[in-house]
């Protein structure tokens, strides 16, 4: 039973480059949640979605930095015109649908260097 | 929104126990949740507390929670080496989505 699955887990770009961080749910899982964690920062929530549909982009910077979560296939992450900024581990976790506990599954992480 | 605050430093020795403490702003909240981060990798769900209870225990870790006070904290008994790593105190937003973290406190057992 597959957990978050998120890829890649080192990315390495130069400034000025994109950058795409993919994250496949839990099966079964509808919700997807990107988390931004920089050093002694803690974990900065950015996006929320649900199939085809942004619920809550409240942490997401207002330029450059996309999301998405198609119909078919993984959440998308994506980071244009990266700065050297944006070096962090972003963190994907999913949920299923209706109301529960409210926990939250998460991937293992993709650990982004800009150069 | 919400505000979480953690202290972001404890060191404790092998056998001892820790205490990681917690605030919060919002008294709305249902759950809240403590996750282990261990080195290099993801956030994994510790334990939670429904926001009706002040005690939940389970084996060797007891969390308490007062709400008049918004103080979230958790104990873990007998701390091991293995039990280092960072611990996040997590708390819903608004209508229960999404879960905002505190900065986490990075507990360091010595031997």
């Known amino acids: 039973n597959a957990g978050v699955m998120q890829n890649p887990r080192h990315l390495v770009r130069r400034r000025g480059q994109e950058a795409r961080l993919r994250c496949s749910p839990m099966?079964?899982?509808?919700?997807v949640y990107w988390y931004r964690q920089l050093p002694e920062e803690g974990l900065k929530f950015m996006v929320y979605?649900?199939?085809?549909?942004?619920?809550?982009e409240s942490g997401m910077p207002k330029e450059r930095f996309s999301a998405e979560f198609p119909k078919e296939g993984p959440s998308i992450l994506r980071i244009q015109q990266v700065v050297r900024g944006d070096s962090a581990a972003y963190f994907c976790?999913?949920?299923?649908?209706?109301?529960?506990?409210?926990?939250?599954?998460f991937g293992e992480g993709s650990r982004l260097t800009v150069l | 929104g919400e505000d979480v605050e953690q202290s972001l430093f404890l060191s404790v020795r092998e056998g001892d126990s820790s205490v990681i403490n917690c605030t919060y702003t919002?008294?709305?909240?249902?759950?809240l949740y403590w996750y282990k981060q261990e080195p290099g990798a993801g956030l994994q769900l510790l334990t939670y507390?429904?926001?009706?209870?002040d005690m939940k225990q389970d084996q060797r870790l007891t969390v308490l929670l007062n709400k008049k006070d918004k103080h979230l904290s958790l104990r873990i008994a007998d701390t091991q080496t293995g039990d280092s790593a960072i611990y996040f105190c997590?708390?819903?937003?608004?209508?229960?989505?999404?879960?905002?973290f505190g900065k986490g406190t990075r507990l360091s057992v010595i031997a």
């Open positions: 976790a999913s949920s299923p649908p209706g109301p529960g506990s409210g926990e939250l599954f």
């Open positions: 099966k079964g899982h509808s919700h």
């Open positions: 979605l649900q199939k085809e549909n942004i619920i809550d």
């Open positions: 919002d008294s709305s909240s249902t759950y």
């Open positions: 507390i429904f926001s009706n209870m």
């Open positions: 997590a708390v819903p937003n608004s209508g229960n989505t999404p879960l905002v």
